[in-house]
T-cell receptor, first 114, second 113 residues
């Protein structure tokens, strides 16, 4: 089954404790992206990647890191999480050759930083 | 500044009613996508509109792209409880990149039986 998977689905952590949220897709998509979704603010892009070793900042990259060492994986790293990073996070992927960047989303990771 | 404004933000209607959701911007987009998101899940693509004035139908859902490619609407005919969800519009092409999507805040639709 074609899908985007994220782990963990739920995470409660404390301020300053480094964490990684994994994202993996099995559709051989070149493009992958991370979003956060907050009430009243909608979906905002954090980082995106056009291919292996190619990443770029989205609209809200502060406090986050990403890496793209393999085509299928695009982990999101929070080196020192803070309470304002409490949010619902989505990973998405799509084909580069596709003209309109129709994205497939993962099921989401709900992160709480205390 | 929100580049894509969706209205209404909330909508609660009875089964069988018709409704229209709007997505407006002062920017021109190369394409506009509509997604539906259900609680606890990620957004799922419904449709992409590309050409100014384009109309696409998906069963009881009708999507329209404005002539100037700055706005779009979603019309649902005879709404059903299964249509309940968060409807998101997303524009591509801002800053010259088709790979950067800008999302609206969404319209939360509740269809009561």
């Amino acid at each position: 089954e074609a899908q985007v998977t994220q782990n963990p689905r739920y995470l409660i952590t404390v301020t300053g404790k480094k964490l990684t949220v994994t994202c993996s897709q099995n559709m051989n998509h070149e493009y992958m992206s991370w979003y956060r979704q907050d009430p009243g603010l909608g979906l905002r892009q954090i980082y995106y990647s056009m291919n292996v070793e190619v990443t770029d900042k989205g609209d809200v990259p502060e406090g986050y890191k990403v890496s793209r060492k393999e085509k299928r994986n695009f982990p999101l790293i929070l080196e020192s999480p803070s309470p304002n990073q409490t949010s619902l996070y989505f990973c998405a992927s799509s084909l580069i050759g596709q003209l309109y960047n129709e994205q497939f989303f993962g099921p989401g990771t709900r992160l709480t930083v205390l | 500044t929100q580049l894509l404004e969706q209205s209404p933000q909330f909508l609660s209607i009875q089964e069988g009613e018709n409704l229209t959701v709007y997505c407006n911007s002062s920017s021109v987009f190369s394409s506009l996508q509509w997604y539906r998101q259900e609680p606890g899940e990620g957004p799922v693509l419904l449709v992409t509109v590309v050409t100014g004035g384009e109309v696409k139908k998906l069963k009881r859902l009708t999507f329209q792209f404005g002539d100037a490619r700055k706005d779009s609407s979603l019309h649902i005919t005879a709404a059903q409880p299964g249509d309940t969800g968060l409807y998101l519009c997303a524009g591509a092409g801002r800053g010259g990149s088709n790979y950067k999507l800008t999302f609206g805040k969404g319209t939360l639709l509740t269809v009561n039986p």
